[in-house]
Structure formats: C-alpha cells, structure tokens
C-alpha cells in the first residue's frame, strides 16, 4: 500500500522512538505476561487476530486503553497488519506513560510466516 509521505514520515519517527520485538518473541513474551494489541479496525481483526490478544482500534486506543490496561508496565506487543500503526500505537501509550509499549516489526502478516 502506498502511504503518504507525510504519513510515512510520521511512522518512522514513531518506529525510531519505540522498541520493536521479533514476531518469533511474541509467544514467549505472551507466556511470561505481556499483552499482544490488536489496534486495527474490528473488520480487520474479525478476519484474523493473535489468539490471545487484547484488540481496542487505533481510533479509540487512547481513550480506552486505560480502563483495559491499567499498570503502565505492562509490557504491550502493539501490532497491526505490517509496521506503521503498531509503531504509532506504541509510540501514543508511551507518551501515555506506558513505558513498556513496543510493536511487533512486519505485524500480523511477518507473526503468520512463522507459522
């Protein structure tokens, strides 16, 4: 999909300033604790999601996310279908004081090659 540059440039800064895990950590980091975040649209998770995970959409994260995760250390795995809304994601729940938000890098779609 071919995003705007200013889009683009805003999902880069967002990738620079958060951590990404490897879609091989995620069961693992699932198992010792950590939250999978499914932010896309309900479509897009009815469709397919990682068993296990929370899904609030990118468009009402910041007004929900603290009534479904209230310790702000909780470790959360944002994801959405590749990298760009996950890492923006990431980003707003560490600006929200989360300190322990990351995205999974290629999301959904590089969690289902393992498979």
Do not use: W
């Not at 490897?22 to 950590?34: F, H, I, Q, T, Y």
């Not at 994260?61 to 996950?86: H, Q, S």
Request: aromatic share 6%; net charge negative.
């Amino acid at each position: 999909m071919a995003y705007t540059e200013k889009f683009q440039n805003m999902a880069d800064a967002a990738r620079a300033r958060v951590s990404e895990v490897s879609p091989n950590e995620v069961d693992a980091l699932m198992a010792a604790g950590a939250i999978a975040l499914d932010i896309r649209d309900k479509e897009e998770h009815d469709a397919d999601y990682i068993a296990g995970s929370l899904h609030i959409s990118r468009g009402k994260l910041e007004m929900n996310v603290e009534e479904k995760i209230p310790n702000l250390e909780t470790t959360i795995l944002c994801y959405c279908n590749a990298f760009n809304r996950g890492a923006l994601s990431a980003d707003t729940l560490r600006a929200m004081g989360y300190v322990n938000a990351k995205f999974i890098a290629g999301g959904l779609k590089a969690y289902r090659a393992l498979v």
